[in-house]
């Protein structure tokens, strides 16, 4: 393509991650012409993730709106490949040391392999990808009355864009700045690392002063492996999370392989996924769960929703934002819960003591178990 040259795309997605992938899969399949710009070399790398992947079980389970969606039902359908290590069980520790434990249906993966795995599914069903391509402007051409997405590997125009570009919501940042009503709000720096040693069998989650205001996480992968991380409120730890995550491994006398890190949103939701022609998924909408730090569910799903919504305009003229109304109709209870558990664990947990005191009259009542599950934390509230 010359440098002049405007390339016209039906859909244009950015971001290759879960989000972005399903809906580039669920629009090629009905025929309908959808480019996929990632800016990573390799789709997936490097993972910044805690690494627990969701079994559609655990799905309806957190949201008992999903219906008997086949579409979603199958995609969650991962082949034996990704399952690195069954994640039956959680436990959660209190300053203590004391835990308590509840059931989980999920499974530890790379995500190097499981976004590998979404997006040449998305190839296969007919979506093109371009790595190596980064959104870099928006550029308005008023007497055109269009929009050209200016990328480092050419310029191109669409009907329809889908932002599924994770935390930092490119696309709404590029456009609108610093608006909070399209972007994700309360970004936590998370920091992980690949370790090996003694390692549990369970996905282990300790809350107080490792993790003030968040938490700390052992995911098992296999025998001897592990991803554990810690992911604290900006602001609220003396020194560097990596610090703090060495000594974390130390004390578990855990031997660090490599470490990353990111953001994850913790604001629940943006006020306005649909802007004009243009559909925020996934983390970019705000949809991680804002007391675990859980996303690739909603990811997935948001993106199945934005693409039929697509699809529905494409064929009938239905606005884009039934999207969004469906989307919330689905996750908006869970969604909400969680955040409402993760603004009382700011308000209440504060230090050692309280944190366990508190968590001591939760625990046996149920309410950590439902504040994880993304229930209502206690049953009035
Ligand atoms: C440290 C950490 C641990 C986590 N642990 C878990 C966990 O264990 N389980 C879980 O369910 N969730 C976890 N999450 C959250 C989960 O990773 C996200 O919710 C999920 O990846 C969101 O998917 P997405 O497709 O919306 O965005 P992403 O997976 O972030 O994908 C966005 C894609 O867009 C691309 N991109 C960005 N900007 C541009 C641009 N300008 N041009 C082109 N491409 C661009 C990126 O390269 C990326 O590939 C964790 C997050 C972090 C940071």
Redesign the pocket.
């Known amino acids: 393509m010359a440098v002049k040259d405007v390339q016209h795309r039906s859909v244009i997605v950015?971001?290759?991650?879960?989000?972005?992938?399903a809906a580039a899969q669920r629009l090629a399949e009905e025929g309908i012409d959808v480019l996929v710009?990632?800016?990573?070399t390799v789709?997936?790398n490097p993972a910044?993730?805690?690494?627990?992947?969701?079994n559609w079980g655990e799905v309806v389970g957190t949201f008992c709106h999903i219906g008997d969606n086949q579409w979603l039902k199958s995609y969650f359908d991962f082949p034996q490949r990704l399952r690195l290590h069954r994640l039956d069980n959680m436990r959660v520790f209190l300053p203590s040391g004391k835990s308590y434990e509840f059931e989980l249906d999920a499974f530890a993966g790379h995500?190097l392999q499981f976004?590998g795995y979404l997006a040449d599914k998305a190839v296969r069903a007919g979506a093109e990808i371009l790595t190596n391509?980064?959104?870099?402007r928006l550029q308005r051409q008023r007497k055109a009355n269009r929009e050209i997405l200016v990328?480092s590997e050419g310029r191109f125009t669409c009907d329809v864009l889908i932002d599924?570009?994770?935390?930092?919501a490119?696309v709404a940042r590029l456009r609108h700045g610093q608006d909070r009503s399209v972007r994700p709000e309360d970004q936590v720096p998370?920091?992980?690392a690949q370790v090996k040693g003694d390692v549990p069998e369970t996905f282990d989650v300790f809350l107080g002063s490792v993790a003030p205001s968040g938490y700390a996480?052992i995911?098992p992968k296999g025998p001897g492996f592990a991803?554990v991380?810690l992911?604290v409120r900006a602001g609220k730890l003396k020194g560097s999370l990596k610090d703090h995550l060495e000594q974390f491994c130390k004390d578990l006398n855990l031997e660090i392989l490599s470490i990353?890190?990111?953001?994850?949103p913790m604001g629940g939701p943006v006020k306005r996924m649909v802007d004009g022609n243009t559909l925020a998924?996934?983390?970019?909408a705000g949809?991680?769960m804002p007391s675990n730090?859980?996303?690739?569910?909603?990811?997935i799903i948001?993106?199945c929703f934005a693409a039929e919504a697509i699809i529905d305009h494409f064929q009938t003229g239905a606005p884009l934002v039934a999207y969004e109304k469906r989307l919330r109709a689905c996750l908006g209870p869970a969604l909400k819960n969680s955040l409402r558990t993760k603004n009382m664990g700011y308000a209440f947990l504060r230090g050692d003591l309280i944190t366990e005191a508190v968590l001591r009259i939760l625990g046996p009542i149920g309410g950590i178990k439902r504040a994880m599950e993304c229930e209502k934390p206690l049953w009035l509230l």
């Open positions: 950015v971001g290759a991650g879960p989000a972005g992938s710009l990632e800016r990573r789709v997936g910044q993730c805690g690494e627990c992947i969701p995500r976004d391509t980064s959104l870099k990328t599924a570009s994770g935390s930092l490119h998370t920091i992980y996480w995911i991803n991380g992911g990353g890190g990111g953001w994850i998924v996934g983390d970019a949809l991680v730090g859980g996303g690739i569910s909603q990811a948001s993106g």
